[in-house]
């Protein structure tokens, strides 16, 4: 059951970084396609089975955020906020396109470094 969790997870992670990647495109080229509500709905969908699957896993690894055990947890928690964060920049209140793009950098690099963190599963710190 933990096996088909996980995968579940890292596909909907896949596909959600898919989805912001193809909006960011989409806003930079003006396109009229950001407005279509598969759009709108498809990514608040997905990023819901994201934070539900890994609720999940929480749960049945037994690690959790904000111990010592789950230090690595916590820190990959706050590169998830990092990402969503600068998301929300990038498709919503940036000014120019130049922020925009520092923006949709910032937060790639975040979402790599929650991979990395969830793959090794080793803080920053330790």
Same mark, same amino acid.
């Given at each position: 059951?933990?096996? &088909?969790?996980?995968?579940?997870?890292? =596909?909907?992670?896949?596909?959600?970084?898919?989805?912001?990647? &193809?909006?960011?495109?989409?806003?930079?080229?003006? +396109?009229?396609?950001?407005?279509?509500?598969?759009?709108? @709905?498809?990514?608040?969908?997905?990023?819901?089975? @994201?934070?539900?699957?890994?609720?999940?896993?929480?749960?049945? =690894?037994?690690?959790?955020?904000?111990?010592?055990?789950? +230090?690595?947890?916590?820190?990959?928690? +706050?590169?998830?906020? &990092?990402?969503?964060?600068?998301?929300?920049?990038?498709?919503?209140?940036?000014?120019?396109? @130049?922020?925009?793009?520092? !923006?949709?950098?910032?937060?790639?690099?975040?979402?790599? !470094? !929650?991979?990395?963190? &969830? @793959?090794?599963?080793?803080?920053?710190?330790?």
């Amino acid at each position: 059951m933990y096996a &088909a969790f996980k995968h579940l997870h890292m =596909t909907a992670i896949a596909l959600s970084v898919l989805l912001f990647v &193809a909006r960011y495109l989409m806003v930079m080229a003006n +396109s009229s396609l950001i407005e279509k509500k598969f759009l709108k @709905v498809t990514p608040h969908v997905v990023d819901t089975l @994201v934070l539900l699957t890994g609720i999940v896993l929480i749960f049945m =690894t037994g690690f959790m955020p904000f111990t010592e055990s789950g +230090s690595w947890l916590t820190q990959k928690l +706050s590169c998830v906020l &990092a990402y969503i964060a600068l998301g929300y920049f990038t498709l919503h209140h940036g000014k120019n396109k @130049v922020f925009k793009t520092f !923006a949709f950098l910032g937060s790639l690099g975040w979402v790599m !470094a !929650a991979a990395k963190i &969830a @793959v090794t599963k080793t803080s920053f710190l330790g």
